[in-house]
Protein backbone atom coordinates (compact mmCIF):
# COMPACT_ATOMS: atom_id res chain seq x y z
CA UNK A 1 0.00 0.00 0.00
CA UNK A 2 3.29 2.28 0.41
CA UNK A 3 4.29 2.86 -3.08
CA UNK A 4 8.25 2.48 -3.85
CA UNK A 5 8.17 6.22 -5.36
CA UNK A 6 6.80 7.66 -1.78
CA UNK A 7 9.21 5.24 0.43
CA UNK A 8 11.82 6.83 -1.84
CA UNK A 9 11.57 10.43 0.19
CA UNK A 10 11.42 9.21 3.70
CA UNK A 11 14.01 11.00 5.77
CA UNK A 12 15.86 8.71 8.77
CA UNK A 13 13.36 10.03 10.97
CA UNK A 14 9.97 9.24 8.95
CA UNK A 15 11.54 5.36 7.70
CA UNK A 16 11.38 4.76 11.36
CA UNK A 17 7.84 5.31 11.45
CA UNK A 18 7.41 3.68 8.69
CA UNK A 19 9.02 0.40 9.77
CA UNK A 20 6.62 0.67 12.71
CA UNK A 21 3.56 0.68 10.92
CA UNK A 22 4.96 -1.96 8.98
CA UNK A 23 5.57 -4.58 11.71
CA UNK A 24 2.50 -3.27 13.99
CA UNK A 25 0.04 -2.13 11.52
CA UNK A 26 -2.58 -4.51 12.47
CA UNK A 27 -1.97 -2.17 15.96
CA UNK A 28 -1.61 1.04 14.34
CA UNK A 29 -5.45 0.41 12.76
CA UNK A 30 -6.72 1.36 15.86
CA UNK A 31 -3.42 3.52 17.61
CA UNK A 32 -4.12 7.19 18.76
CA UNK A 33 -1.35 9.50 16.73
CA UNK A 34 0.44 9.72 20.53
CA UNK A 35 0.59 6.73 21.01
CA UNK A 36 2.07 5.77 17.85
CA UNK A 37 4.25 8.91 18.02
CA UNK A 38 5.77 7.44 21.77
CA UNK A 39 6.37 3.73 20.51
CA UNK A 40 8.14 5.29 17.60
CA UNK A 41 10.22 7.43 19.60
CA UNK A 42 8.75 10.15 17.15
CA UNK A 43 6.54 13.71 17.23
CA UNK A 44 3.12 13.50 16.54
CA UNK A 45 4.19 16.24 13.69
CA UNK A 46 6.83 13.86 11.78
CA UNK A 47 3.59 11.29 12.12
CA UNK A 48 1.64 13.73 10.41
CA UNK A 49 4.23 14.29 7.57
CA UNK A 50 4.87 10.66 7.05
CA UNK A 51 0.99 10.02 6.79
CA UNK A 52 0.99 12.91 4.23
CA UNK A 53 4.35 11.39 2.60
CA UNK A 54 2.48 8.17 1.87
CA UNK A 55 -0.56 10.57 -0.07
CA UNK A 56 -2.95 10.48 3.12
CA UNK A 57 -4.95 13.64 4.14
CA UNK A 58 -3.92 12.87 7.81
CA UNK A 59 -3.79 10.37 10.28
CA UNK A 60 -7.13 8.64 10.93
CA UNK A 61 -6.85 8.16 6.75
CA UNK A 62 -4.07 5.96 7.26
CA UNK A 63 -5.69 3.71 9.98
CA UNK A 64 -8.47 3.33 7.36
CA UNK A 65 -6.00 2.59 4.48
CA UNK A 66 -4.32 0.13 7.19
CA UNK A 67 -7.63 -1.72 7.69
CA UNK A 68 -8.27 -2.11 4.27
CA UNK A 69 -5.56 -2.85 3.20
CA UNK A 70 -5.82 -5.98 5.79
CA UNK A 71 -8.63 -6.99 4.89
CA UNK A 72 -7.75 -7.12 0.84
CA UNK A 73 -4.86 -9.24 1.91
CA UNK A 74 -6.83 -11.74 4.08
CA UNK A 75 -9.63 -12.31 1.42
CA UNK A 76 -6.70 -12.46 -1.47
CA UNK A 77 -4.76 -14.99 0.73
CA UNK A 78 -5.55 -18.40 1.14
CA UNK A 79 -5.51 -19.23 5.11
CA UNK A 80 -3.26 -21.86 5.03
CA UNK A 81 -0.44 -20.74 2.77
CA UNK A 82 1.75 -17.59 2.20
CA UNK A 83 0.86 -16.36 -1.73
CA UNK A 84 3.72 -14.28 -2.75
CA UNK A 85 1.59 -13.01 -5.95
CA UNK A 86 0.01 -9.84 -4.06
CA UNK A 87 3.43 -8.20 -2.79
CA UNK A 88 5.12 -9.77 -6.22
CA UNK A 89 2.15 -7.53 -7.64
CA UNK A 90 3.09 -4.99 -6.29
CA UNK A 91 6.40 -4.97 -6.31
CA UNK A 92 5.90 -5.13 -10.73
CA UNK A 93 3.70 -2.32 -10.21
CA UNK A 94 6.25 -0.20 -8.56
CA UNK A 95 9.06 -1.09 -11.44
CA UNK A 96 7.31 0.55 -14.27
CA UNK A 97 7.40 4.03 -12.08
CA UNK A 98 10.02 6.85 -13.25
CA UNK A 99 12.06 6.97 -10.28
CA UNK A 100 12.81 3.18 -10.32
CA UNK A 101 13.94 3.61 -13.46
CA UNK A 102 16.32 6.21 -12.76
CA UNK A 103 17.41 4.17 -10.10
CA UNK A 104 18.38 1.24 -12.97
CA UNK A 105 19.75 3.69 -15.33
CA UNK A 106 22.14 5.44 -12.41
CA UNK A 107 23.23 1.08 -12.46
CA UNK A 108 23.85 1.33 -15.46
CA UNK A 109 26.45 4.01 -15.67
CA UNK A 110 28.23 2.39 -13.15
CA UNK A 111 27.82 -0.94 -14.48
CA UNK A 112 28.58 -0.37 -18.54
CA UNK A 113 32.16 1.53 -17.47
CA UNK A 114 33.01 -1.30 -14.82
CA UNK A 115 35.88 -3.13 -16.06
CA UNK A 116 34.84 -5.63 -13.74
CA UNK A 117 31.68 -6.91 -11.84
CA UNK A 118 31.77 -9.29 -8.72
CA UNK A 119 28.86 -10.75 -6.97
CA UNK A 120 28.82 -11.10 -3.32
CA UNK A 121 25.77 -12.83 -0.95
CA UNK A 122 25.69 -15.28 1.99
CA UNK A 123 23.28 -18.83 1.77
CA UNK A 124 20.56 -18.65 -0.84
CA UNK A 125 22.02 -14.82 -1.98
CA UNK A 126 25.73 -16.64 -3.04
CA UNK A 127 23.59 -18.70 -5.36
CA UNK A 128 21.72 -15.96 -6.24
CA UNK A 129 25.51 -14.47 -6.55
CA UNK A 130 26.80 -16.90 -9.21
CA UNK A 131 23.70 -16.70 -11.30
CA UNK A 132 24.18 -12.80 -11.63
CA UNK A 133 27.72 -13.04 -12.11
CA UNK A 134 26.78 -15.65 -14.91
CA UNK A 135 24.11 -14.15 -16.57
CA UNK A 136 25.80 -10.93 -17.30
CA UNK A 137 28.68 -12.78 -18.23
CA UNK A 138 26.27 -13.90 -20.89
CA UNK A 139 25.32 -10.88 -21.96
CA UNK A 140 28.88 -9.35 -22.33
CA UNK A 141 30.14 -7.94 -18.75
CA UNK A 142 33.24 -9.50 -17.40
CA UNK A 143 31.46 -10.77 -13.83
CA UNK A 144 32.86 -12.75 -11.11
CA UNK A 145 30.80 -14.27 -7.82
CA UNK A 146 32.92 -14.04 -4.52
CA UNK A 147 32.25 -17.16 -2.47
CA UNK A 148 34.20 -16.38 0.29
CA UNK A 149 33.54 -13.72 2.56
CA UNK A 150 36.85 -13.67 4.10
CA UNK A 151 38.50 -13.25 0.29
CA UNK A 152 41.76 -10.99 1.10
CA UNK A 153 42.16 -7.95 -1.40
CA UNK A 154 45.61 -6.61 -0.65
CA UNK A 155 46.45 -3.40 -1.46
CA UNK A 156 49.58 -4.74 -3.39
CA UNK A 157 47.51 -5.96 -5.82
CA UNK A 158 44.53 -3.79 -5.70
CA UNK A 159 41.23 -4.21 -7.42
CA UNK A 160 40.59 -1.95 -11.06
CA UNK A 161 39.80 1.34 -10.86
CA UNK A 162 35.60 1.46 -11.49
CA UNK A 163 35.24 -2.34 -10.34
CA UNK A 164 31.25 -2.81 -9.59
CA UNK A 165 30.77 -4.63 -6.19
CA UNK A 166 27.22 -6.07 -6.46
CA UNK A 167 26.05 -7.16 -2.95
CA UNK A 168 22.97 -9.57 -2.06
CA UNK A 169 21.48 -9.20 0.96
CA UNK A 170 17.44 -9.17 2.24
CA UNK A 171 17.77 -8.20 5.49
CA UNK A 172 21.75 -5.59 4.78
CA UNK A 173 22.98 -6.37 8.49
CA UNK A 174 24.77 -9.33 7.73
CA UNK A 175 27.87 -8.84 9.67
CA UNK A 176 30.19 -11.11 7.01
CA UNK A 177 28.33 -8.63 4.28
CA UNK A 178 29.42 -5.56 5.97
CA UNK A 179 32.69 -6.55 6.46
CA UNK A 180 33.55 -7.73 2.72
CA UNK A 181 32.33 -4.15 1.86
CA UNK A 182 34.56 -2.13 4.31
CA UNK A 183 37.41 -4.18 2.69
CA UNK A 184 36.65 -2.80 -1.07
CA UNK A 185 35.26 0.34 0.53
CA UNK A 186 39.41 2.18 0.19
CA UNK A 187 39.72 0.94 -3.46
CA UNK A 188 38.26 2.56 -6.31
CA UNK A 189 35.26 0.24 -6.07
CA UNK A 190 31.21 1.30 -6.65
CA UNK A 191 29.16 -1.13 -4.56
CA UNK A 192 25.36 -1.43 -5.64
CA UNK A 193 23.32 -2.80 -2.72
CA UNK A 194 20.05 -4.73 -3.68
CA UNK A 195 18.17 -5.27 -0.50
CA UNK A 196 15.25 -5.67 1.28
CA UNK A 197 15.51 -2.55 3.49
CA UNK A 198 16.25 0.72 1.98
CA UNK A 199 17.16 2.16 5.50
CA UNK A 200 19.96 -0.29 6.39
CA UNK A 201 23.66 -0.58 7.23
CA UNK A 202 24.30 -2.00 3.73
CA UNK A 203 22.06 0.25 1.90
CA UNK A 204 23.68 3.46 3.60
CA UNK A 205 26.87 2.36 2.79
CA UNK A 206 26.48 1.19 -0.87
CA UNK A 207 27.40 4.04 -3.51
CA UNK A 208 23.38 2.90 -4.85
CA UNK A 209 20.87 0.66 -3.20
CA UNK A 210 18.39 -0.97 -4.82
CA UNK A 211 15.50 -2.01 -2.58
CA UNK A 212 12.44 -4.18 -3.01
CA UNK A 213 10.52 -4.45 0.11
CA UNK A 214 8.85 -7.57 0.32
CA UNK A 215 7.26 -8.52 3.33
CA UNK A 216 10.37 -10.64 5.01
CA UNK A 217 9.26 -14.62 6.09
CA UNK A 218 11.71 -15.48 8.62
CA UNK A 219 11.21 -19.20 10.34
CA UNK A 220 14.31 -19.34 12.65
CA UNK A 221 17.32 -18.57 11.41
CA UNK A 222 16.12 -19.50 8.32
CA UNK A 223 14.97 -16.70 5.60
CA UNK A 224 12.16 -17.27 2.82
CA UNK A 225 11.84 -14.07 2.08
CA UNK A 226 11.28 -14.21 -2.08
CA UNK A 227 14.21 -13.66 -4.35
CA UNK A 228 11.70 -13.06 -7.48
CA UNK A 229 12.68 -9.21 -7.22
CA UNK A 230 16.48 -9.79 -6.99
CA UNK A 231 16.20 -12.19 -10.10
CA UNK A 232 13.59 -9.89 -11.96
CA UNK A 233 17.11 -6.92 -11.77
CA UNK A 234 19.82 -9.19 -12.38
CA UNK A 235 17.80 -10.25 -15.77
CA UNK A 236 16.96 -6.51 -16.41
CA UNK A 237 20.15 -5.41 -16.17
CA UNK A 238 21.68 -7.97 -18.15
CA UNK A 239 19.09 -7.97 -20.93
CA UNK A 240 20.27 -3.65 -20.97
CA UNK A 241 23.85 -4.90 -21.04
CA UNK A 242 23.28 -7.03 -24.35
CA UNK A 243 21.62 -4.56 -26.02
CA UNK A 244 24.20 -2.39 -25.47
CA UNK A 245 26.83 -4.60 -27.00
CA UNK A 246 24.81 -5.12 -29.90
CA UNK A 247 24.25 -1.62 -30.20
CA UNK A 248 28.16 -1.52 -30.62
CA UNK A 249 28.55 -4.72 -32.86
Do not use: C
Not at 48 to 76: C, I, P, T, V, W
Not at 149 to 167: E, M, R
Amino acid sequence: MFSYDKLQTLNDIETSIYNYVIKHAEAVETMPIRELATHAHVSTASVLRFAEKMGFDGYSELRFALKQDRKNKEQEAQATSYDASVPLADFFSKVNSTDFNKLIDSAMDLIVKAPLVMFFGLGGGNSLAQYGARFWSNAGKMSLPVFDPFQPFPNSSPLPKDTVLVVLSVSGETHEVLDLVNKVKPEAVKVIAVTNSGNSTLAKMADLSISYFMPEIKHADLNLTTQVPVVYLIELIGHRLDEINHTKA
